[in-house]
Nanobody, 123 residues
């Protein structure tokens, strides 16, 4: 059974940093596309960053230059380094796996999701 387990959320002040991690278990192959999404209260879930198993990354404009996504552990651990955090980054962050190529930041194509981890940035 495939599972995604996130860790690393927390509370920081504006300008601080956090690193999120997501461990994928139950796989017998490398999922091609994995991503981070987030959902703030009262807002729709949005794509933050994605990385495929060949090393290509995609970022939302709102996090470009501040967040870095990478994969380790034979491409089964997905991490998100978040620097220069802003209050508008406050949300529940979700790890997702097996998205559709060409639709990296669209949540509809992802088959597997983690339970979410809270990130809170105070001003």
């Amino acid at each position: 059974q495939i599972q995604l387990v996130e860790s690393g959320g927390g509370s920081v002040q504006t300008g601080g940093s956090l690193r999120l991690s997501c461990v994928a278990t139950g796989y017998t192959y490398r999922p091609f596309l994995m991503a981070w999404f987030r959902q703030a209260p009262g807002k729709e879930r949005e794509g933050v960053a994605a990385r495929d198993s060949e090393g290509r990354s995609t970022y939302a404009d709102s996090v470009q230059g501040r967040f870095t996504i990478f994969r380790t552990n034979a491409n089964l651990t997905l991490s998100l380094q978040m620097d220069n955090l802003k209050p508008e980054d406050t949300a529940v962050y979700y790890c997702a796996a097996e998205g559709l190529p060409g639709q990296a930041l669209q949540d509809a194509g992802y088959n597997f999701w983690g339970q979410g981890t809270q990130v809170t940035v105070s001003s």
